[in-house]
């Protein structure tokens, strides 16, 4: 069964770990998870009121949520 995930974060977690500090993405884009590689800068001028899927060479596409009427 397919899933699917919403990230509306466009930018990572700061989470410290003893004297380190670690970025961890949280916009479902990093292509080194769960640490944050800057993927999310493609993400800054989304539009909030749409719903967008990324393909693999990083292309936006705007999709019709299906969240937008959700059924009962
Ligand atoms: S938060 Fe996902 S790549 Fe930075």
Known sequence: MARVV????????VVKAGDK???????????????CDGHHMKTVDEDKTKTYVYDHDGN???IQSFYDNPKE
């Open 60 to 62: 936006r596409i705007e």
């Open 21 to 35: 500090e670690l970025h961890l993405c949280a916009c479902g884009l990093s292509e080194n998870k769960p640490y």
């Open 6 to 13: 919403l990230h509306e974060r466009n930018r990572p977690y």
